[in-house]
């Protein structure tokens, strides 16, 4: 039994993290730490745990952490919870620099904690053995994301979500895109991209070996636009991505497998570890330069 520290109180944290720990077999939420005291009170009270005031208290009482938490916050907590030898299962993406991100993997790697980025298409079970069979068939030359989305709508549970208003589909949707390409096309090595109406982004992407992905994003979308599509061609054909067939907080049950399997077998290897969100992160920051900048970035190989 892998005890957990929770860290946030928002919905993700709610109704994806929260739920699944507490349903777990193998792990037990030990408390809740959150930005808003009244909500991480409430919070621990709906699964009969401890509502912590201080980070690090919370930290020393577990063996792992549970982030749902803006993305620069995350960082720092996980850096803490590393240093102190706590195995982390972050959420994506792992930071909003290349710079917080180095300080992450650094500080797990020197540690040896086991880490676990969840990148929630990454957990489903239909959607990862989708990925290993078209990255075993190879010859695909390009590979295509669609993902028009708005948390502006009413209901929406990350309207108020000050760090998606901020950072946009770039920060938010592109780590699921990536997660989705990287695996099939290997690592990227140029970035460009450009900015559409309403806070959309278009990147183009060059893999190593050659093979070209793009991707176009918006977390503004009308409704009546929404859309997601991820598209593979190749020699092969053409092959779409199947959406995944559970729901979030039973992908979120799988990664917390995956954690807990790292920690009894002290394997270090996991696909979605820090170092994999630090890869993610990397592109993120050098399509935030090319936008800007206007022209193409090449990254280190």
């Known amino acids: 039994m892998l005890r957990f520290g929770l860290f946030g109180t928002g919905h993700w944290a709610i109704e994806t993290h929260g739920k699944a720990l507490h349903a777990h077999p193998d792990a037990e939420l030990v408390g809740v730490w959150g930005r808003n005291p009244e909500r991480a009170s409430a919070l621990a009270e709906r699964y009969g745990v401890a509502a912590y ?7 020393e009482q577990c063996e792992a952490i549970a982030v749902a938490l803006p993305p620069d916050i995350q960082a720092d907590i996980a850096v803490r919870a590393a240093t102190a030898g706590r195995h982390l299962l972050l ?6 620099s290349l710079a917080d991100a180095d300080r992450v ?23 990862t053995a989708f990925l290993a069979a078209t990255a075993a068939a190879g010859g695909w030359q390009h590979g295509r994301t669609t993902a028009f989305a708005s948390i502006f709508q009413d209901g929406s549970p990350y309207g108020g979500s000050l760090w998606r208003r901020e950072h946009g589909a770039l920060w938010d949707i592109a780590p699921h895109a990536l997660s989705i390409l990287l695996p099939v096309l290997g690592r990227v090595t140029r ?4 900015d559409g ?9 060059t893999h190593e070996g050659g093979a070209t992905s793009s991707a176009s994003l918006s977390l503004d979308a009308p409704t009546e636009s929404m859309a997601r599509e991820f ?10 991505v199947p959406f995944g067939e559970n729901d979030a907080a039973t992908a979120f049950g799988v990664a917390i497998d995956q954690l807990v399997e790292q920690v009894r077998t002290g394997t270090r290897d996991h696909r979605c570890d820090v170092r994999f969100g630090r890869e993610v992160v990397e592109i993120l920051a050098a399509a935030e330069t090319a936008r800007t900048e206007s022209r193409t970035i090449p990254l280190p190989t």
Not at 53 to 59: E, N, T
């Open 53 to 59: 005031a201080d980070v690090d208290a919370l930290i």
């Open 231 to 240: 598209v593979f061609y190749g020699e092969n054909g053409i092959e779409n």
């Open 105 to 127: 993997v650094t500080a797990a790697e020197q540690s040896g904690v086991a880490s676990v980025v969840f990148f929630t298409q990454r957990f489903q079970p239909n959607v």
């Open 197 to 205: 109406p309403n806070g959309m982004v278009h990147l183009l992407l």
């Open 91 to 96: 959420d994506k993406p792992l930071a909003l």
């Open 191 to 194: 970035v460009a991209a450009m």
